[in-house]
Antibody, heavy 121, light 108 residues
Framework: EVQLVESGGGLVEPGRSLRLTCAAS????????MHWVRQTPGKGLEWVSG????????GYADSVKGRFTISRDNAKNSLYLQMNSLRPEDTALYYC??????????????WGQGTLVTVSS | SYVLTQPPSVSVAPGQTARMTCGGN??????VHWYQQKPGQAPVLVVY???DRPSGIPERIAGSNSGNTATLTISRVEAGDEADYYC???????????FGGGTKLTVL
């Protein structure tokens, strides 16, 4: 059974940094691309970033490009999101999700339960 | 940039058929995927590649895609189908995953 467990969320002041981690199990992690998707409370889904199986392909939403960095450690079955220069509008529940493909984006067949990031002074 | 448009809400009585649309320019040329999100839960994939269903998803849930509109149809609607439904595509031009704004299905 695929399991994705996010951690690292919390309350942070504007301008500060936070690093999210997603621990994956139940599948061959380095066979698939992975993504971060966020959801503002009461609102819709927004794709944040994606990374191919070997980290050769990276993608970012315009809203986070230059501030967020996605990475993965296949030896540790882990996905990361380094978030810098955080803004109040980054406040959201951040989901880790598994892609159906390895080297491009397609659809997300498994999701974690999310970790909440709150940016406020 | 490519935009996916979904109606904010759809209401249907139990046992009836719910149809939720996802509009986009020539969306029929893209592969469309659908997610169901119940309150307090993570999204779950219910349809991929326009009309295929992951294992465990009932045949009552069906997808179609043509022209400028993709549609998720739920037949014989049950109270447990009440949720938000999101369509999604991969925009190859921007290399971004895109989601529609979501449709809240209310079972009357």
């Amino acid at each position: 059974e695929v399991q994705l467990v996010e951690s690292g969320g919390g309350l942070v002041e504007p301008g500060r940094s936070l690093r999210l981690t997603c621990a994956a199990s139940g599948f061959t992690f380095d066979d698939y691309a992975m993504h971060w998707v966020r959801q503002t409370p009461g609102k819709g889904l927004e794709w944040v970033s994606g990374i191919s199986w070997n980290s050769g392909g990276l993608g970012y939403a315009d809203s986070v490009k230059g501030r967020f960095t996605i990475s993965r450690d296949n030896a540790k079955n882990s996905l990361y999101l380094q978030m810098n220069s955080l803004r109040p509008e980054d406040t959201a529940l951040y989901y880790c999700a598994k892609d159906s493909r390895n080297n491009s984006w397609y659809f997300l067949d498994s999701w974690g339960q999310g970790t909440l990031v709150t940016v406020s002074s | 940039s490519y935009v996916l448009t979904q109606p904010p809400s759809v209401s249907v009585a139990p046992g009836q058929t719910a149809r939720m649309t996802c509009g986009g320019n020539n969306i029929g040329r893209k592969s469309v995927h659908w997610y169901q999100q119940k309150p307090g839960q993570a999204p779950v994939l219910v349809v991929y590649d326009d009309y295929d269903r992951p294992s465990g998803i009932p045949e009552r849930i069906a997808g179609s895609n043509s022209g400028n509109t993709a549609t998720l149809t739920i037949s014989r609607v049950e109270a447990g189908d009440e949720a938000d439904y999101y369509c999604q595509v991969w925009d190859t031009t921007s290399d971004h995953l895109l989601f529609g704004g979501g449709t809240k299905l209310t079972v009357l």
